[in-house]
């Protein structure tokens, strides 16, 4: 008897945090949402747009229209992936506004100027 395992890959893109109202179209209703992390490749989103496991739906931001397969859902939320993925258009274009508006990393402000001391009052 062979068992294989299946590792799981890195995801392919870089999750951003973000806070974008959208409409969701689903079969049977148009419900509005928040995406709370977005990805060239997928979303999450939030609020009352909950649509059952492996469905389509269409998400709308400022003109276009992005298509998604739910792949999970949750009671307040769900995750989506873009069958084909965002390289253009409004929502890129938030998501990309979005990740130049954080520090790839920690500010080092004034790291040189301290006195090397003991302490708040520095003590030594």
Known sequence: MT???????????????VSIDVVVNGVLNMVEGRITDLSEGGARIEGGVILPVRSRCEIHY???TVY????????DRMGVRFPYELTDGPLYNALDRARGAWPSEPAQVFRSMRAVSFGRRGLS
């Open 3 to 17: 068992t294989s395992t299946t590792s799981q890959s890195p995801r392919q893109h870089m999750r951003t945090s």
């Open 62 to 64: 400022a003109g276009q």
């Open 68 to 75: 998604a397969v739910v792949m999970w859902a949750e009671i």
